[in-house]
Nanobody, 115 residues
Framework: QVQLVESGGGLVQPGGSLRLSCAAS????????MAWYRQAPGKQRELVASITSGGSTNYAGSAKGRFTISRDNAKKTVWLQMNSLNSEDTAVYYC?????????WGQGTQVTVSS
């Protein structure tokens, strides 16, 4: 059974940084797509950043210049480095991974930006 385990969320002051991690466990191969989504209270889940197996990245406009997504294919792990955080970044962040057969979601990790 495949599980995505996220870590790194928490409470941070405006202007601070956090690094989220997501590691896949279980038998999973050929992960061609990894991404981070987030969902704020009362809002729809939105894509924050994605990265393909070849290293091509895509960022939401709000994340460009502040967030960096990276991955280690061998470790089946994806990270999201978040800098210059502000209150609008407060949300539950979800990891997503896709193979040609199936997509997987993590359980979510809370990020709260507040003074």
């Amino acid at each position: 059974q495949v599980q995505l385990v996220e870590s790194g969320g928490g409470l941070v002051q405006p202007g601070g940084s956090l690094r989220l991690s997501c590691a896949a466990s279980g038998v999973i191969s050929s992960i061609y797509f990894m991404a981070w989504y987030r969902q704020a209270p009362g809002k729809q889940r939105e894509l924050v950043a994605s990265i393909t197996s070849g290293g091509s990245t895509n960022y939401a406009g709000s994340a460009k210049g502040r967030f960096t997504i990276s991955r280690d294919n061998a470790k089946k792990t994806v990270w999201l480095q978040m800098n210059s955080l502000n209150s609008e970044d407060t949300a539950v962040y979800y990891c997503n991974m896709k193979t040609v057969l199936q997509g997987y979601w993590g359980q979510g990790t809370q990020v709260t930006v507040s003074s």
